[in-house]
Nanobody, 122 residues
């Protein structure tokens, strides 16, 4: 059974950086499209960034140029490097995976992690 476990969340000041990690079981990191979503209080879960099995990447406009997704196929880890953080980045961040092309809709994901809280203080 495939599992995803996020870590690295916490409290950071605006303008700071944070790196999230997603540990995946089953060796899926190299075979699946890996994606990060986030959900702020009172809002719907939204796409942040994703990386396909072939390395293609896509970002939401709100994080483009500030967030970077990467993966380590040997360690089965996916990272989300977040720089120049803003208060509006405050949310629970979720790692998700799907066996297929990169998509941005929540319903297309096959596996979800439990999420990790990121709080940006202004």
């Amino acid at each position: 059974q495939v599992q995803l476990v996020e870590s690295g969340g916490g409290l950071v000041q605006a303008g700071g950086s944070l790196r999230l990690s997603c540990a995946a079981s089953g060796g899926i990191v190299s075979r699946y499209t890996m994606t990060w979503f986030r959900q702020a209080p009172g809002k719907e879960r939204e796409f942040v960034t994703g990386i396909s099995r072939y390395g293609g990447q896509y970002w939401s406009d709100s994080v483009k140029g500030r967030f970077t997704i990467s993966r380590d196929n040997v360690k089965n880890l996916v990272y989300l490097q977040m720089n120049t953080l803003k208060s509006e980045d405050t949310a629970v961040y979720y790692c998700a995976a799907r066996d297929g092309i990169l998509k941005t809709d929540v319903g297309a994901m096959g596996v979800w992690g439990q999420g990790t809280q990121v709080t940006v203080s202004s």
